[in-house]
Every structure is written in structure tokens, then in C-alpha cells.
């Protein structure tokens, strides 16, 4: 499992996770970004359930401090960044449509206390803003309170600058059972559903973090994958090595 080796017990208190969705298939993200954060959640329970001192970081802390929707939200257990690209492209959807996903984005970050940011390469603007981000939480830089929430532009809501009052209710979709779910986010996930489509993601087997899984989920590249082939092999190569030198150690030593 890919996760374990960067989020561990001694990493947690300063690991923060960067979401990428594409916006440019926007079928997609609603389902992407909660099937990693659900990974994230359950990656961070398994860490302080194997070590019971191990401390998330406290970054996010004082924005949440005294939220009027602190009760009705839940942290991961780390600092998280949803960040969708590729919004030049997806810019060119009906705004009514692209607004109800900006609102569904906006709804699941909170619900988990994560930042949101929209990134174009068209726009130098929005990188900006995700780098201030980064810088907050990588360098400990002073954050701003980030809150630019039109779904006519690149998005950023820092976590703990949204409101669940202001991001509203999901539009009711007549005839899809999904919406009759007392989980607001079902009714989001449907809404998006209805105006891009279901979602496309390939299967899980063995949970989302599984090593085939996160292979599977990327498109083949012919010279990456030949060359992770390559140090496969070398490091099976080395690992043998070292097992017949500590066996002759061994013999030696007895």
C-alpha cells in the first residue's frame, strides 16, 4: 500500500494531501475526491489505532475554532487540499451546470475541512493561490483567508472560509431515487450525476490504497512503466543479494 510509506506515525503531524481532480471530466470528481478522502480517513484511523500518541497536525485549528459548522463537519485527520485542473477547459461548460459542481466541490471540502482551489494554466492567478496554500501548510507561511467562491472563475476557499449556509442546498433532480437520501451529499453526487453523466472510475478490489489499484487508475506510459519495471527487477535483484549475504553472515558468525 503506496500511502503507508508517506503518511505514517511519524509523518502525520506535518503531512498535509493534495486531491487532484480533473475538471475536464467532471463525471469524475465527485466520486475521485471522496474515494480518496475516504482512503486518507482510513489511512490516519489505522495510524493512531497501531499508535495511540501519534498527533495530527493542529494547522487548521483556530480556523475551525469557533465555526458555526464545526460540529457539522470532520477533519480526516490532516490537512487536505482538493485542487481541481484543468478549469480553462471545463470554463466552457453552460454556467448553471458548472455551477452545480463548483457547489458540490465546495460542499465536500468543507464536509472534511479542506481547502478548494481551481487551477488553469491560463491563469498564472490561480497557481498563485494554490502555491500560497502549499507554502502555508509545507513552510508555515501565514495563510490568508481565501474565499473567492464565483463559478465564473477559479475557485479557492482555504479550510474553515466556507459556510454551509452559503454553499445551499443541492438542486432536487425529479425521478432519481438518489435524492430522496438524507445525506446531503448523495444529493449532490446525484446532481452532478444528472448534468455530467455517472462517474467512470475503475474498480476497487481490495481498497483504494492497494498498490494495483493506483497503477490502474493512471493511463499506460510505455517509457515510465518500462522503467518502473526496470528498478522492480533491480530491486528484487538487490533485495536477494542482501538475504544471501546475511545467510553467509550467519554461517560465518555460527
Not at 13 to 20: D, E, G, L, Q
Not at 44 to 52: C, F, S, T, W, Y
Not at 235 to 246: G, I, P, S, V
Request: with cysteine.
Amino acid at each position: 500500500k503506496l500511502l503507508s510509506h508517506p503518511l505514517n506515525a511519524d509523518s502525520l503531524s506535518t503531512a498535509i494531501a493534495v486531491v487532484v481532480v480533473d475538471l475536464s471530466k467532471p463525471n469524475d470528481c465527485i466520486a475521485l475526491a471522496q474515494r480518496w478522502l475516504e482512503v486518507l480517513r482510513q489511512r490516519v484511523h489505522e495510524i493512531k489505532r497501531v499508535n495511540g500518541n501519534a498527533k495530527s497536525s493542529s494547522m487548521d485549528d483556530e480556523a475551525w475554532a469557533e465555526h458555526e459548522d464545526l460540529q457539522t463537519t470532520s477533519s480526516v485527520g490532516l490537512p487536505v487540499i482538493i485542487v481541481g485542473t484543468k478549469f480553462d477547459v471545463f470554463d466552457s461548460s453552460e454556467s448553471e451546470v458548472r455551477k452545480t459542481l463548483c457547489r458540490a466541490l465546495r460542499f465536500l471540502a468543507h464536509s472534511n475541512r479542506a481547502s478548494l482551489c481551481f487551477t488553469a494554466s491560463t491563469n498564472e492567478q490561480s497557481v498563485l493561490r494554490f502555491r500560497h496554500l502549499i507554502n502555508h501548510y509545507a513552510f508555515r507561511a501565514q495563510r490568508k483567508a481565501l474565499a473567492s467562491v464565483d463559478h465564473n472563475k477559479c475557485m479557492v476557499v482555504a479550510s474553515g472560509c466556507d459556510h454551509f449556509a452559503d454553499i445551499g442546498s443541492a438542486p432536487t433532480i425529479k425521478g432519481d431515487a438518489t435524492t430522496a437520501s438524507n445525506d446531503p451529499m448523495d444529493k449532490w453526487a446525484a446532481a452532478c450525476a444528472h448534468y455530467f453523466g455517472p462517474p467512470e472510475l475503475p474498480e476497487t478490489t481490495g481498497g483504494a490504497a492497494d498498490d494495483e489499484d493506483f497503477e490502474g487508475s493512471f493511463p499506460a506510459e510505455p517509457t515510465v512503466d518500462a522503467k518502473r519495471i526496470q528498478k522492480n527487477e533491480e530491486l528484487q535483484k538487490l533485495r536477494e543479494t542482501m538475504r544471501q549475504r546475511a545467510k553467509e553472515h550467519a554461517a560465518a558468525v555460527a
